[in-house]
């Protein structure tokens, strides 16, 4: 800052002229100096303002390039966008179709399957009827006669088909079967065939049972050889009458032992001493044992019809009651009769009234097939 002007009125003119002079100097430098700043200014301005203008330009050129090749872009998005809804178009059409297709593939899918299932239930049904029909004629003949092998193998071939037909509904009906058939095969039966196999041996052979009234077969002895006189060979050339003598004299020994032994049996058999518990057996009149036999073989026979006709309790009375006649009338020491024995007894043990074991879990199984359908 410059110093105040002295106010003092006694100064002199001359003294206050220079001072007006450099006063009136320092303004104008200081509007040169701000002259020069204003233009360097100005020219730095210039400078920035033509450099910003350059890189306007610049921008401006990139923006349009860039807007340019936007425009390229979106024009060939759009063009992929009408590609694209008139291939949604293309496919929403086809869709259409092909839905249309499968619903009439589907719908003709279920008729099929309906017809199918149709077919195999009729097929199953009638299945099912064949084996209950087949089961219950096994079951009718196993009553007949008194065997359970009819129902066996009926079981045994509805178990074989069912297999065969492979179908899941019918798998209940398997194992019934199964069960079934493990049932009957552990069941103790009254073997039919076996024991009217040896009543009917024993009918055969009444003739050769011996009666008490009779003579016992096991103490006769065995008849002597034939007492014809033996063969004399001629004698040989050269022998002397002693050696022929000798053998005439043997000969004639023999036809004594021979008729001796037959002496010996006829004389046995004028008297026989034999002990007999009963005596209604040594009072059967010979022409009665032919009856008495005929007697027991009928009732042998009418056991029979009894076992065949599953009356068990009438057979085994029969038997029993043959048994009576031959402890009474026949000679139950000899060892054909003992044996004979030992039958009877083991056919009144044997003849026991048995159920037959029936299939009622594999009918069952058949009703719920059937009624399932």
Known sequence: MSDPIPSDPAATPAATAPANAAANRAPGDALRVLAGVAVLTAAVALVGTAVLWQRLARTQEEVARRTTDVQAELAAVRALADQAQATVADLQARLGVAEVKLSEVSLQRTQLEELMLSVSRSR?????????????LAIQQSQLTGSVQPVVIALQGAQQRIERAAQPRLNPVQRA???????????????????????????????EWPLRAGPPLDDQAPAPADPSPPTVAAPLVGAGADTVWGRARATMQRWVETGWAHLQIAIRDFVRLRRIDQPEAVLLAPDQAYFLRENVRLTLLNARLGLLARQFDSARADVRTVERHLRRYFETDAPRMRQTLDTLVALQRDLRQETLPRPDETLAALSAAAGGR
């Open 124 to 136: 199953d049904d009638a299945l099912v009827q064949d084996l209950e029909a087949a089961l219950r």
């Open 177 to 207: 079967i199964a069960r079934d058939l493990e049932r009957i095969r552990a069941a103790a039966l009254v073997d039919v065939p076996a024991l009217v196999t040896r009543l009917d041996e024993l009918a055969r052979a009444v003739d």
